[in-house]
């Protein structure tokens, strides 16, 4: 068995070239986020890889043969590269991973984490993240770190017992009792996928505090700021992207939908009026930035919306219509692609507002009369109110 002084001697070939190469994407941008990502030890948390189908003849995701005591270049390479990482199955499908590095880096980046703070994390996972965390806070900071799956928890406590500033607790943690007993925390971070925003992080939340949430939206996820104004929930979205969904409190109770896949006789496809695929480059999806305008959008006022790999896409039962790439693809039936049509030219006489255009409000749910806004979404906890920064000036 290879001692850890030879593999970290291997490992530190790879970390500079992945975090330089973090720096020039722009996912880090502070000295205190490199310096963090430069110091902890990606391989250090990862126990095992599942890899996904590599082609159509695959079936289901497979166990890559890594040894974190007798790492090999191959793996490595992988390791500390941008790639999310698959670390547990449930019924053969992701139920925990190591997210992207450029995904990571950049919701610590907007954070705004300072030395000495006190931050709560709503799944734990690998630990990987909880130690970044850890190292931007300092010794004087502390970090709670909530993981539902107990075998999952197990593990990253095992990873982080280097790290005398961090907790690991196992439970639900959108649960108000599974969270340390009357702690305040100055910045909450969630990094599963939320069907709503938790009560119990609101409460438990310092004066002045900020949650970074992905909140799920039709199979993607919307990453949001939330914090306290004059006793109202306000929040901003900053990002989107997609995260394994939460279980428990943060499930959507829902199966997650798919497309049926048909053959190319059945598909139907004309050129989009205006078109999609303007803009910058959204690293988290893989399109630009104007896609993911519009799917925002279409997730408001269509609950049948859902992020497909043709884009922007409604879905009933089989029958489905995407819009992406300039082109929209339709099977099963013209009233879906007539429907996404119709919302899509709603957009741009909108001015084809951007996902950074919108402003939210939490409402406890049932405590606002729908005609109070044109644009909401109900769920378990919050009712969250969407408007247009511009119609708030």
């Known amino acids: 068995m290879s001692s850890p002084e030879p593999i970290m001697e291997q490992a530190d070939k790879f970390i500079d070239p992945y975090v330089d190469a973090l720096v020039v994407a722009g996912a880090i941008r502070s000295q205190e986020v490199e310096r963090a990502f430069r110091a902890v030890p990606r391989h250090h948390f990862i126990s095992q890889i599942y890899l996904p189908p590599a082609g159509p003849n695959d079936r289901g995701f497979r166990k890559a043969p890594w040894n974190p005591s007798a790492p090999d270049v191959a793996h490595l390479s992988l390791i500390y590269s941008d790639s999310p990482l698959v670390t547990r199955l449930a019924d053969g499908m992701p139920m925990s991973s190591s997210s992207s590095p450029s995904l990571m880096a950049e919701m610590l980046e907007l954070l705004l984490i300072k030395p000495g703070s006190n931050i709560l994390e709503i799944g734990t996972a690998t630990g990987f993240n909880a130690a970044l965390i850890a190292g931007i ?5 502390r970090v709670v ?41 100055d910045k909450v971070i969630v990094t599963v996928g939320a069907a709503d ?5 609101v409460a438990c939340l310092a ?5 970074l949430v992905p909140l799920e939206r039709g199979g993607s996820h919307a990453l949001v700021t939330v914090g306290e104004e004059s006793g109202q929930i306000r929040g901003k979205i900053v990002g989107w992207t997609g995260f394994v969904s939460g279980a428990g409190t943060l499930s959507t109770g829902h199966p997650l939908r798919g497309l049926a896949m048909v053959p190319p006789s059945e598909m139907h496809e004309k050129s989009l009026r205006a078109g999609l695929g303007q803009g910058a480059w959204m690293r988290t999806m893989g399109v630009h930035a104007d896609e993911v305008d519009f799917y925002c959008y279409l997730s408001l006022i269509d609950e049948r919306a859902l992020w497909t790999p043709f884009g922007s896409g409604l879905v009933e039962g089989r029958a489905w219509a995407a819009a992406g790439q300039g082109m929209l693809r339709w099977t099963g039936g013209k009233h879906l692609a007539k429907d996404l049509e119709r919302a899509f030219g709603d957009w741009e006489r909108l001015g084809r507002p951007s996902t950074a255009d919108w402003l939210l409000e939490f409402h406890p749910t049932s405590t606002l009369p729908r005609k109070e806004t044109r644009w909401w979404v109900r769920r378990r906890f919050y009712d969250w109110v969407f408007r247009l920064a511009a119609d708030c000036t």
């Open 137 to 141: 806070a300092g010794p004087a900071g």
């Open 145 to 185: 770190s909530v993981e539902i799956d107990p075998p999952t928890a197990e593990q990253a406590r095992m990873a982080l017992t280097a790290y005398s500033n961090v907790s690991v607790l196992t439970g639900d943690g959108g649960e108000r009792e599974r969270l340390p007993k009357g702690e305040a925390f």
């Open 197 to 201: 925003l938790s009560p119990a992080w």
């Open 207 to 211: 004066p002045g505090g900020t949650i």
